[in-house]
């Protein structure tokens, strides 16, 4: 019996999509992470989940390159630890030497001999990127600005950022005998995600705009990124010829931040979309779960050996927050480790034990448990009745 055309094209049909089908089912497994699929043209890139440092997507992020004027967040960092530490103080009179005054490139044209306090040269350098600014601050607070720097490449030893050395405060292209700075996405990420625990850092990178020496100039922030993405407000951006255009750039939604770093973009519009796609892409694929928070009391008590009392109360020793993709929040295991009984006397603060977030086989985050009391020990007739 003939087959009609109509039963022919609906056999065809049939057939290609089971082709299509067993292709899909032979092809490589799903990647672990959405952000994986993303794709970017410019030369380096990565997101990070700025509570818990893991890494939602990354491209060549261990790739050398230059930062441009990205490197004066580690000048802020370096300062406002300074700051926190009481050996400076943000009134203090900052001098302008002659060495900063002829520093070229982005600057609030600084002249000799001008007197300015060290918050206001922090908001040139942060906001308008002033290089003249680093420069006086670097020299105020080390001494010159090669004894800065030395203080800038052992703080990055100090966080890791194996990829980084520095030869500069403010970033610009080397002159002549002089060496170009080095970092890579993933130190830029971890630099920016110790300068978001500053809030007055945040104030400062989060100013669109500013009057300087007395309303006489204006700074205006380089991050034109800031009035276009909800909840950005920071860090610092970069260019040079050699750099192209970066940013090291944060923005908090619901109680979950994010960090994204783009390194090599061709222009500012590039640059602008592919911070904005990392950031977007952060804030709806992923999802930040609160676990522990520091001080808080676990519902169960440790049993104490001879003490005072019978068992002891535990608490969290700081807080614990993963990132997750949204439908995996529910599949984080939370879990206690801790010995079935201590023996007396135990003090307040002491780690007791652990607490481990999973999701499957990955660890995604620990956190210590503490004794929450003193339990001193017993007497020897309280314990022998």
């Given at each position: 019996?003939?087959?009609?055309?109509?039963?022919?094209?609906?056999?065809?049909?049939?057939?290609?999509?089971?082709?299509?089908?067993?292709?899909?089912?032979?092809?490589?497994?799903?990647?672990?992470?959405?952000?994986?699929?993303?794709?970017?043209?410019?030369?380096?890139?990565?997101?990070?989940?700025?509570?818990?440092?893991?890494?939602?997507?990354?491209?060549?992020?261990?790739?050398?390159?230059?930062?441009?004027?990205?490197?004066?967040?580690?000048?802020?960092?370096?300062?406002?630890?300074?700051?926190?530490?009481?050996?400076?103080?943000?009134?203090?009179?900052?001098?302008?030497?002659?060495?900063?005054?002829?520093i070229g490139g982005s600057q609030v044209y600084l002249k000799q001999g001008e007197v300015f306090a060290l918050e206001e040269l922090m908001k040139a350098m942060m906001i308008h990127s002033a290089n003249d600014a680093a420069t006086a601050i670097a020299e105020t607070v080390a001494g010159s600005v090669e004894a800065f720097v030395d203080l800038m490449n052992?703080?990055?030893?100090?966080?890791?950022?194996?990829?980084?050395?520095?030869?500069?405060?403010?970033?610009?292209?080397?002159?002549?005998?002089?060496?170009?700075?080095?970092?890579?996405?993933?130190?830029?990420?971890?630099?920016?995600?110790?300068?978001?625990?500053?809030?007055?850092?945040?104030?400062?990178?989060?100013?669109?705009?500013?009057?300087?020496?007395?309303?006489?100039?204006?700074?205006?922030?380089?991050?034109?990124?800031?009035?276009?993405?909800?909840?950005?407000?920071?860090?610092?951006?970069?260019?040079?010829?050699?750099?192209?255009?970066?940013?090291?750039?944060?923005?908090?939604?619901?109680?979950?931040?994010?960090?994204?770093?783009?390194?090599?973009?061709?222009?500012?519009?590039?640059?602008?979309?592919?911070?904005?796609?990392?950031?977007?892409?952060?804030?709806?694929?992923?999802?930040?779960?609160?676990?522990?928070?520091?001080?808080?009391?676990?519902?169960?008590?440790?049993?104490?050996?001879?003490?005072?009392?019978?068992?002891?109360?535990?608490?969290?020793?700081?807080?614990?927050?993963?990132?997750?993709?949204?439908?995996?929040?529910?599949?984080?295991?939370?879990?206690?480790?801790?010995?079935?009984?201590?023996?007396?006397?135990?003090?307040?603060?002491?780690?007791?034990?652990?607490?481990?977030?999973?999701?499957?086989?990955?660890?995604?985050?620990?956190?210590?448990?503490?004794?929450?009391?003193?339990?001193?020990?017993?007497?020897?007739?309280?314990?022998?009745?």
């Amino acid at each position: 019996m003939a087959t009609s055309p109509t039963r022919t094209k609906k056999k065809t049909a049939a057939c290609t999509a089971l082709f299509c089908l067993l292709l899909l089912l032979l092809l490589p497994g799903q990647p672990a992470r959405a952000a994986e699929t993303f794709q970017s043209p410019v030369t380096a890139a990565l997101l990070m989940d700025a509570a818990s440092g893991e890494v939602l997507y990354e491209l060549n992020s261990h790739a050398q390159h230059p930062p441009a004027s990205m490197v004066k967040m580690m000048v802020a960092l370096i300062v406002m630890e300074k700051v926190r530490e009481g050996s400076l103080k943000l009134e203090e009179p900052i001098t302008v030497s002659a060495r900063a005054a002829k520093i070229g490139g982005s600057q609030v044209y600084l002249k000799q001999g001008e007197v300015f306090a060290l918050e206001e040269l922090m908001k040139a350098m942060m906001i308008h990127s002033a290089n003249d600014a680093a420069t006086a601050i670097a020299e105020t607070v080390a001494g010159s600005v090669e004894a800065f720097v030395d203080l800038m490449n052992l703080k990055a030893k100090e966080l890791g950022m194996n990829d980084t050395v520095f030869h500069s405060v403010h970033g610009l292209p080397p002159g002549k005998g002089q060496e170009m700075d080095l970092s890579s996405a993933y130190d830029l990420a971890l630099l920016g995600r110790q300068l978001v625990q500053d809030p007055k850092i945040l104030e400062w990178t989060s100013t669109v705009e500013e009057p300087f020496r007395g309303g006489q100039f204006t700074l205006r922030n380089t991050n034109k990124i800031l009035t276009r993405f909800r909840g950005m407000d920071g860090i610092k951006t970069g260019y040079i010829r050699e750099a192209g255009f970066c940013i090291t750039a944060t923005a908090a939604r619901d109680g979950t931040r994010m960090i994204a770093v783009v390194l090599g973009a061709k222009n500012d519009a590039m640059r602008t979309a592919e911070t904005t796609r990392l950031l977007s892409l952060g804030f709806n694929t992923y999802k930040t779960v609160t676990l522990a928070t520091a001080g808080q009391v676990l519902a169960k008590r440790l049993k104490v050996k001879k003490g005072k009392s019978p068992d002891v109360g535990l608490k969290y020793a700081s807080d614990l927050r993963v990132s997750v993709k949204n439908d995996q929040a529910s599949q984080v295991v939370f879990a206690d480790e801790l010995p079935e009984q201590v023996e007396a006397p135990v003090q307040e603060g002491t780690p007791l034990g652990k607490a481990t977030a999973r999701l499957g086989d990955r660890v995604l985050g620990q956190v210590d448990i503490l004794a929450a009391e003193t339990i001193e020990k017993a007497s020897f007739w309280k314990r022998l009745f």
